[in-house]
Structures are given as C-alpha cells and as structure tokens.
C-alpha cells in the first residue's frame, strides 16, 4: 500500500475505522491505533472525527474557497490540523512574498530580486502541496493585509522577511511534536530545513557578514538550539497579517504537568 | 512535552521507574517543567531527567539515534575546532561565520551527550582529508569550504532521516528539530561563502562528493508532484530537502574515520 494516509477522498461525513479514543490523550492513544489504519489509508479522517466533533468553519471550507474578514477559522485537529496550521503560515508567506516581488523595493539588486522571486518559486511549490495534500480539509484562502509593511523600503521589507523565515521555522520546529503520522512528520522536516535557509539567506541580506544568519537571537548560544515555538504562540504573531482569526483551540497540543 | 507519557510507557516495563526516579519526585519533575518552562526549556530539562534517572537505559533506538546524532556533531565540532586554530585559514568574514557555527557545534556534542551520559559514544579520529581525497583541507581555504559544505548539507539530510524515528519522544524529537534547522543555516550560509545559492539545487554542487546530495533533486511527496507551470524545475527542487538514511550517512562519513 502506497497510499499517503492524506490521499485519501475524504466522505461527507468521515467514519471512524478506529476504536473510540478514551479520554486520556487524543494523540498518544491515537498513535498506538495509527500503524493499523494507515494500512487502511484512513488515518486523517478518523483522526479529525475522532477529535472534533463539529468544526467552526473547516475542514469543508475547500481549497478553492476564499474566507471572509473576521470569519473564525477552526484549523482543525490531529495532524488534518497541523498540516492546515502549516499551510495558513504557508499562504500567509507567500502573499508576502508574492508583494514583494510583484514590485521591488527601491534600488534592489540582481542578486536581492532573484533571491526574492526563488524564496516566492518556492514557497508556492509549498503552498500548492498543502492545498494538494489536505484537498478538501484545506482551510480557505486567508484574507492578508501587509499595509503595514512599506514594499518601497529595503529594511522594512527585509525585516519582515526576515520575521517570516524565523517565525516559520520556529513553527516547524514546534510543530513536529504534534503530528501522529511519521510520514506526516518526514514531509514537515523536508520543508523546515528549508524555511531555516530562507532564515538565514535574508538575515545575510539585512546584515551581511555577521553571525546574524545563525544569531544569538534564534538560537540560544549555550545549547545551540534554535527557537520552537507552539501554535498558540506563533498564530498571534502571524495574526498581524491575517483578517482572519485562526481557532487553534482543537489541534494537538504538548502535554503539561 | 510529552514527558508524562515517556514516563508512563517507561513504567510499563520498567515497575522500578519511579525508584530510580525518587530523587527527582514525580511531583518536583512534572513541576519543573511546568507551563512557562516547557516552552523553551522543557526539552533539556525532560531529557535529561529523563536520562538522570535512566543511566544507559534510555530505550535503544533512541540511544542509537542520539549515538549516531553525536558522531556527527563530534566531527563538525572537530573539523572546525581544527579550522579555528589553523592559522590564517580562516579570516575576516569566514571567521566571523565560522565561529558561530564552531559554538554551536561545540554546543551540540556537550547537548548530546549530556543527554546520553554513559550511553554516549566517545568521540572517534578523524582524517580530513578522507584517506587523500581531500588534501591540506586545514591550509586550502576552497577545500575546506567545500568539506564544511558537505558536512552541514549531510547533517541536515541525516537529522531529517532520524526524526521519525523519534515520533514517541516529543521532547527528543524537538531537540533534534531545533538542531536540524541550525544545521540548515550553517549550510545556507557555508553556501553563500562558496558562492553558492544558500538552498540545494538538483543534486550537485562542485566539488561536493556526490554522495551528499543523491536524491536531493527529488519534486515528488506523498506522490504530489510539486512540478508547476511557471516555475523553473530547478527552483521546484530547492523547495524540498530530503532526508537521508543512516546507512546513506554513514557511506559518506566513514571515509573521515581514521
């Protein structure tokens, strides 16, 4: 069986093939059950009904649909949830860059356009999987507002690209503990590395030739470890661009004491 | 942070788990890792209490994983131990981008092994110059360019291959996420001062064994094809790092080993 737990045509309705999960952890419990299904190529559809029981406005929003200003988005759960978190801040990259590159910010190089437009090539390739993979989980297309950002200078643009690219690896980096499916968690990994060289590609532009591409600001000095940070905590960071609220209240979270 | 269920599967088959943890009392552990802390700290905290109470009884695959996580950082660490001592090889900027990764690289082997305590692996001799194939690697500024090229690109591809093999610690797993992405800048910017795009186009870079970047090209996930009108191949492939497998790793490393 080659079939991606995610390739699946989910039902109107998705039926659990797995047993009802207990009270104790969603997540944990689901994993134990999740080699069994993914041979049934079920695993995403069980998970999301298993956990929620009526989402607020996705999964069913449909790749294809635009949400409204002020529309309350569920991301959903289980990994249906993370991948649809993933592909929000996905969307959300993108339009940036997409302003970007649409018109240059004033006195930009040959080398600072073609870096941009393969940071946009790429993250559409990101996008595009997202949207592909999730199909009719996908959340809508966001509603983005960058007034905030001036796209005629240098340093505002490169400071939100630069914001952007660590934001989206501490997302990745915090993400991957939340996901059930390992090949869920493979595909994230494959993207991560990534994002973390858009990090340090931009942060080389906005201070060249400094520490700043690995700096002490993203990864703590002592323990070389870079930033991971957790839904809750990156969608209000991303929010200041998105007119949407994203709901990350059903996804997977950490356990705490 | 899934310690609590760390600690529950480990009790399953160790009833001594929470002997050998008495001096770090379920309740002081779990509180020590509380909401706040779990954010930033919990991975380092968990693991090592975690280990603190284990000895060498972390589970094997886990212990094999971090082992062989640790080799790789002890020759980073190394090489550019070495890089930084050598006399007018490395200077003005290179030096400024050097020392910051020689930290973190030092910063991962102390990380690693701490976390392994005795299970940990000593740290092996290496011959950078891979048995001749790379000569003067400490005095040619190109060749060790090109040497630290290949091993941040091999260290990326190889944290990558082991995280799912990590999916039933979320505290390990997320170390070694928050690592692979350091891993990731290193080589972007290692790129940049060889003069190359800080991402991985096709699978080759000049000089570069070709073992290093073998699949790398690859466009195809989950049988999605992310090859899209518009969109020049090449660039569809430096969207995508794949992974590589311990044994693909080893291939490439093995020549380093004296």
Same mark, same amino acid.
């Given at each position: 069986?080659?079939?991606?737990?995610?390739?699946?045509?989910?039902?109107?309705?998705?039926?659990?093939?797995?047993?009802?999960?207990?009270?104790?952890?969603?997540?944990?419990?689901?994993?134990?059950?999740?080699?069994?299904?993914?041979?049934?190529?079920? @695993?995403?559809?069980?998970?999301?009904?298993?956990?929620?029981?009526?989402?607020?406005?996705?999964?069913?929003?449909?790749?294809?649909?635009?949400?409204?200003?002020?529309?309350?988005?569920?991301?959903?759960?289980?990994?249906?949830?993370?991948?649809?978190?993933?592909?929000?801040?996905?969307?959300?990259?993108?339009?940036?860059?997409?302003?970007?590159?649409?018109?240059?910010?004033?006195?930009?190089?040959?080398?600072?356009?073609?870096?941009?437009?393969?940071?946009?090539?790429?993250?559409?390739?990101?996008?595009?999987?997202?949207?592909?993979?999730?199909?009719?989980?996908?959340?809508?297309?966001?509603?983005?507002?960058?007034?905030?950002?001036?796209?005629?200078?240098?340093?505002? @643009?490169?400071?939100?690209?630069?914001?952007?690219?660590?934001?989206?690896?501490?997302?990745?980096?915090?993400?991957?503990?939340?996901?059930?499916?390992?090949?869920?968690?493979?595909?994230?990994?494959?993207?991560?590395?990534?994002?973390?060289?858009?990090?340090?590609?931009?942060?080389?532009?906005?201070?060249?030739?400094?520490?700043?591409?690995?700096?002490?600001?993203?990864?703590?000095?002592?323990?070389?470890?870079?930033?991971?940070?957790?839904?809750?905590?990156?969608?209000?960071?991303?929010?200041?661009?998105?007119?949407?609220?994203?709901?990350?209240?059903?996804?997977?979270?950490?356990?705490?004491? | 942070?899934?310690?609590?269920?760390?600690?529950?599967?480990?009790?399953?088959?160790?009833?001594?788990?929470?002997?050998?943890?008495?001096?770090?009392?379920?309740?002081?552990?779990?509180?020590?890792?509380?909401?706040?802390?779990?954010?930033?700290?919990?991975?380092?905290?968990?693991?090592?209490?975690?280990?603190?109470?284990?000895?060498?009884?972390?589970?094997?695959?886990?212990?094999?994983?971090?082992?062989?996580?640790?080799?790789?950082?002890?020759?980073?660490?190394?090489?550019?131990?070495?890089?930084?001592?050598?006399?007018?090889?490395?200077?003005?900027?290179?030096?400024? @981008?050097?020392?910051?990764?020689?930290?973190?690289?030092?910063?991962?082997?102390?990380?690693?092994?701490?976390?392994?305590?005795?299970?940990?692996?000593?740290?092996?001799?290496?011959?950078?110059?891979?048995?001749?194939?790379?000569?003067?690697?400490?005095?040619?500024?190109?060749?060790?360019?090109?040497?630290?090229?290949?091993?941040?690109?091999?260290?990326?591809?190889?944290?990558?291959?082991?995280?799912?093999?990590?999916?039933?610690?979320?505290?390990?797993?997320?170390?070694?996420?928050?690592?692979?992405?350091?891993?990731?800048?290193?080589?972007?910017?290692?790129?940049?001062?060889?003069?190359?795009?800080?991402?991985?186009?096709?699978?080759?870079?000049?000089?570069?064994?070709?073992?290093?970047?073998?699949?790398?090209?690859?466009?195809?996930?989950?049988?999605?094809?992310?090859?899209?009108?518009?969109?020049?191949?090449?660039?569809?492939?430096?969207?995508?790092?794949?992974?590589?497998?311990?044994?693909?790793?080893?291939?490439?490393?093995?020549?380093?080993?004296?």
């Amino acid at each position: 069986m080659k079939a991606s737990p995610l390739q699946q045509q989910p039902a109107q309705k998705p039926v659990s093939v797995l047993p009802v999960v207990p009270l104790f952890s969603g997540r944990r419990m689901f994993m134990r059950y999740a080699g069994v299904a993914t041979a049934t190529g079920l @695993v995403m559809s069980a998970c999301t009904n298993n956990i929620i029981p009526e989402p607020l406005a996705g999964p069913g929003g449909g790749s294809t649909a635009n949400a409204r200003i002020g529309d309350v988005i569920d991301l959903g759960s289980g990994d249906i949830g993370v991948l649809n978190y993933a592909y929000a801040l996905e969307q959300a990259e993108l339009r940036f860059l997409e302003l970007v590159t649409d018109n240059f910010y004033d006195n930009a190089t040959d080398v600072e356009k073609q870096v941009f437009l393969e940071l946009r090539n790429q993250e559409i390739t990101h996008r595009e999987f997202f949207k592909k993979v999730l199909g009719s989980y996908a959340i809508p297309t966001l509603t983005l507002d960058y007034s905030s950002v001036n796209f005629r200078n240098r340093d505002s @643009v490169l400071d939100t690209a630069m914001a952007f690219a660590d934001l989206a690896t501490s997302a990745y980096n915090g993400a991957g503990q939340l996901l059930s499916n390992a090949t869920n968690l493979a595909i994230s990994g494959i993207i991560v590395s990534v994002e973390a060289r858009h990090a340090a590609a931009v942060r080389e532009l906005r201070y060249p030739n400094t520490t700043s591409f690995a700096g002490d600001d993203v990864i703590d000095p002592v323990t070389g470890l870079e930033v991971a940070r957790l839904p809750n905590e990156v969608v209000p960071i991303a929010s200041k661009f998105i007119k949407e609220n994203l709901s990350t209240a059903n996804l997977p979270s950490p356990m705490t004491a | 942070m899934n310690i609590q269920a760390i600690i529950a599967d480990l009790s399953k088959t160790d009833p001594e788990l929470y002997d050998r943890l008495e001096h770090v009392s379920r309740r002081s552990l779990f509180n020590m890792i509380g909401r706040k802390a779990a954010q930033v700290a919990a991975p380092l905290v968990a693991m090592a209490a975690v280990n603190r109470a284990y000895g060498q009884a972390l589970p094997q695959p886990i212990v094999d994983v971090l082992n062989f996580a640790l080799t790789l950082e002890y020759l980073e660490a190394e090489f550019y131990n070495v890089g930084m001592d050598s006399a007018g090889l490395l200077t003005g900027t290179a030096r400024t @981008v050097y020392g910051q990764i020689q930290k973190h690289e030092n910063a991962h082997v102390k990380l690693l092994k701490d976390t392994l305590g005795t299970a940990a692996v000593a740290k092996p001799a290496f011959d950078f110059t891979a048995k001749g194939a790379f000569p003067n690697p400490f005095s040619n500024y190109q060749v060790y360019l090109t040497l630290s090229q290949a091993f941040e690109d091999t260290g990326v591809r190889a944290y990558k291959g082991q995280a799912p093999a990590l999916i039933s610690s979320d505290p390990i797993l997320t170390t070694a996420l928050r690592i692979h992405s350091v891993e990731a800048r290193h080589a972007a910017r290692v790129r940049m001062l060889r003069g190359e795009k800080p991402w991985v186009t096709g699978n080759t870079s000049p000089g570069v064994p070709s073992a290093v970047y073998a699949g790398d090209e690859s466009t195809v996930h989950l049988e999605i094809s992310s090859i899209i009108q518009g969109i020049p191949v090449e660039q569809s492939t430096q969207a995508w790092d794949e992974p590589l497998s311990k044994e693909d790793v080893l291939k490439i490393v093995t020549p380093f080993l004296a």
